[in-house]
């Protein structure tokens, strides 16, 4: 029997009421599958590119341990977007289709990438604060409705615990040496910290997608909830290195439970998500490079599988 749109898109919702999990085989409405296939592969693309600020301090880790450490974070971040393309592709979207949107510009990826890593420091701020941010955004992720995009989480939430600590003992380690390894502790938190309150998205009220994507239960928390977690779980930590927040406004309010904190500047957040900020050019730039120098691995993969299949007709017959 056929069903209407509008008796599927009800059962569809009470599925998601009743907290089940959605699977790639699943009736879906068209616009649940496009969320996902733009905030999945946003979220793809970012771990990709995220591995290009870290990966220009491999070579220059001060020591053989956090060079050890720092590669396998990035080498973590190379398999988080690989799990992520494919929870992607179970949605009906190839993985050249994916590249190609990244490669010319028109996917977004987050705006944290979008600034320089200029020091050591920013090794131990990037960590801290970054990865820290992105917990508390995919460990609601973790319970997302769609199965493959949650299982995937899963598995990425343990290692970026591992990134986080592994940025915040760089910190210790900087904010407990000399005067003038605290100071570059300070300047790297001075640089990151608004750009990392601004990973959570435009405030509720500016927020496209939320509403929607709360009642599909792909996000749990709105992005002002998560932000807010985010600063009231890493004030403390700062307090503990001895830096201070660049905020004149943030204070503790006895009232709310939480801290209040300054106006996040949403001109500099829309330059950076629409292409303007400091390093999308070179990021896309290098994206595109490395797409290009690896042309011949695809080639001779694709070269071999043919060849696999051939003697396997052949000897079928
Ligand atoms: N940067 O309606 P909204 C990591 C866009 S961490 C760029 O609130 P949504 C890592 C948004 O896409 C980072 N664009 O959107 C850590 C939308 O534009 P479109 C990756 C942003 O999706 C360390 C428009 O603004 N994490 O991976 O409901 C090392 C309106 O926003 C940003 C994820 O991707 C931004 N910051 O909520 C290496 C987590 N914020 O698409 C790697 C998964 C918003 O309509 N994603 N926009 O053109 C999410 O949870 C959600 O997509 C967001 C935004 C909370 C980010």
């Known amino acids: 029997m056929e069903h209407s749109i509008e008796y599927l898109e009800k059962q569809f919702q009470d599925r998601i009421d009743r907290g089940e999990n959605i699977e790639a085989k699943d009736w879906m409405p068209e616009k649940y599958r496009k969320t996902h296939i733009r905030?999945?592969?946003?979220h793809a693309h970012s771990e990709i590119v995220g591995m290009l600020p870290e990966g220009n301090w491999i070579t220059r880790a001060p020591s053989l341990r956090r060079k050890v450490a720092l590669l396998a974070k990035v080498q973590d971040e190379a398999g988080h977007g690989l799990y992520l393309y494919s929870a992607a592709e179970t949605l009906g979207i190839s993985r050249d289709e994916l590249f190609h949107q990244l490669h010319t510009g028109k996917a977004k990826y987050s705006s944290i990438f979008n600034y320089p890593a200029v020091t050591w420091a920013d090794m131990g701020a990037i960590g801290w604060l970054v990865d820290?941010?992105?917990?508390?955004?995919?460990?609601?992720?973790?319970?997302?409705?769609?199965?493959?995009y949650a299982r995937a989480m899963v598995r990425i939430c343990k290692e970026e615990s591992f990134h986080q600590r592994q940025g915040y003992e760089i910190m210790i380690t900087l904010c407990n040496g000399t005067e003038e390894q605290k100071a570059m502790a300070q300047d790297a938190l001075n640089r990151w910290w608004w750009p990392s309150l601004m990973m959570f998205g435009p405030t509720d009220a500016e927020s496209t997608h939320t509403e929607q994507s709360m009642k599909w239960k792909i996000k749990r928390k709105t992005n002002d909830e998560l932000r807010q977690q985010f600063i009231d779980i890493t004030i403390p930590q700062a307090e503990f290195l001895g830096l201070t927040v660049p905020d004149p406004d943030l204070k503790w309010n006895e009232e709310r439970g939480h801290y209040d904190f300054g106006e996040i500047d949403w001109t500099e957040f829309w330059q950076v998500v629409k292409g303007f900020g400091p390093c999308n050019k070179e990021r896309l730039k290098?994206?595109?490079?490395?797409?290009?120098?690896?042309?011949?691995?695809?080639?001779?993969?694709?070269?071999?599988?043919?060849?696999?299949?051939?003697?396997s007709i052949r000897k079928a017959v």
């Open 39 to 42: 905030q999945i592969s946003q």
């Open 132 to 148: 820290g941010a992105a917990i508390i955004n995919q460990v609601m992720l973790t319970r997302t409705s769609y199965g493959p």
């Open 286 to 311: 290098a994206r595109n490079k490395a797409w290009d120098n690896g042309a011949w691995v695809r080639e001779a993969a694709l070269a071999y599988s043919e060849k696999q299949s051939k003697e």
